[in-house]
């Protein structure tokens, strides 16, 4: 059974951080690419960070570039969002997403997404 669990969200002051976590099951985690999405009430789901299978490539929106950094563990089946200088617009649910294309066919699996505060 396929899943993704993530971790790590949370109440924090503005210029705070946090380390998010994904830990996945049921598949080959490594053949994977994973990425991190977030989503604020009364807005689009967004493309936060990206990662590639091994962790070769990576990939920032704009508006996080410089301060966050995402990596993953495959030994561990982990994923993780290091998340440095925090605004108040970073306040969102963080969904974490894996994502395979094989042989014309999509593999796309997502979790239930935690909370990120950032407030005063």
């Known amino acids: 059974q396929v899943q993704l669990v993530e971790s790590g969200g949370g109440l924090v002051q503005p210029g705070g951080s946090l380390r998010l976590s994904c830990a996945a099951s049921g598949f080959t985690f490594s053949s994977y690419a994973m990425s991190w999405y977030r989503q604020a009430p009364g807005k689009e789901r967004e493309l936060v960070a990206a990662i590639t299978n091994v962790g070769r490539f990576t990939s920032y929106a704009d508006s996080v570039k410089g301060r966050f950094t995402v990596s993953r563990d495959n030994a561990k089946n982990t994923m993780f969002l290091q998340m440095n200088g925090l605004k108040p617009e970073d306040t969102a649910v963080y969904y974490c997403?894996?994502?395979?294309?094989?042989?014309?066919?999509?593999?796309?699996?997502w979790g239930q997404g935690t909370q990120v505060t950032v407030s005063s």
């Open positions: 997403n894996a994502r395979l294309v094989h042989e014309g066919r999509r593999y796309d699996y």
